[in-house]
């Protein structure tokens, strides 16, 4: 089994629809993040979480959301699709209770988000 | 903030031949770098890393990369390509305070028999 799960894998949905994917780790990870790639503009942080209680806006939060709900589990919504939102979204995560703390990061499968 | 810059988005090389994917950083004070790979349909996968030490560091795959502090470049190194090797790369940094890692749009690699 994957260390970082991502559901749905793929999913198609309309303009205007609220969307919610789902990330879950087995790694014990303390930090996880969201990513969005689109091609030629390689991946762009959404949003991360370095623990429960602790949330924090990336590069392009505008029109997303997230949910910590457990240390093992991050979820990515958007309240209300448009199809710009159509991208590749990756989870990630990474342990900062390592003795080196070197950010390397753990990444999930992906989930392909198009909106039509 | 950090950046990162992967000046070619294709690079073509013949199996058995040295390959080169170029990456050059920007980030206030000092840098941690990251190479990461992609194949059809799955996540990225981890490399190699530069945190400090030797300037040439060594990861997976037969792959290796060389800092230059001078030129701000980590570009990743391999001595003879395999078809295998077909995916796309993509460069990382992060300095040593943020945990923002940002990566480079990503270069193309193929590698033709």
């Known amino acids: 089994d994957a260390d970082v799960t991502q559901t749905p894998r793929n999913r198609i949905t309309k303009t205007g629809k609220r969307i919610m994917l789902e990330c879950s780790q087995t790694k014990g990870h303390d930090r996880m993040y969201w990513y969005r790639q689109d091609p030629g503009l390689g991946l762009r942080l959404i949003y991360y979480?370095?623990?429960?209680?602790?949330?924090n806006k990336g590069e392009i939060s505008d029109g997303y959301s997230v949910s910590r709900q457990a240390q093992a589990k991050f979820s990515l919504s958007l309240e209300s699709a448009i199809p710009n939102q159509t991208a590749l979204y990756f989870c990630a995560t990474s342990d900062t209770r390592d003795r080196v703390n070197t950010g390397e990061l753990f990444f999930g499968e992906g989930s392909r988000l198009t909106v039509l | 903030a950090q950046s990162v810059a992967q000046p070619e988005d294709q690079v073509n090389v013949a199996e058995g031949n040295p390959l080169t994917v170029k990456c050059t950083y920007s980030?206030?004070?000092?840098?941690?770098l990251f190479w990461y790979v992609q194949y059809p349909n799955r996540g990225l996968q981890f490399l190699l890393k530069?945190?400090?030490?030797?300037?040439l560091v060594k990861g997976s795959y037969g792959f290796e990369a060389e800092f230059n502090k001078s030129q701000t470049s980590f570009h990743l190194k391999k001595p003879s390509a395999l078809v295998s090797d077909s995916a796309l790369y993509f460069c990382a940094v992060r300095d040593m305070y943020n945990n923002d890692m940002r990566f480079g749009a990503g270069t193309r690699l193929t590698v033709k028999p």
């Open positions: 979480s370095f623990d429960v209680k602790d949330i």
């Open positions: 980030v206030s004070g000092n840098p941690y």
């Open positions: 530069y945190i400090t030490g030797d300037n």
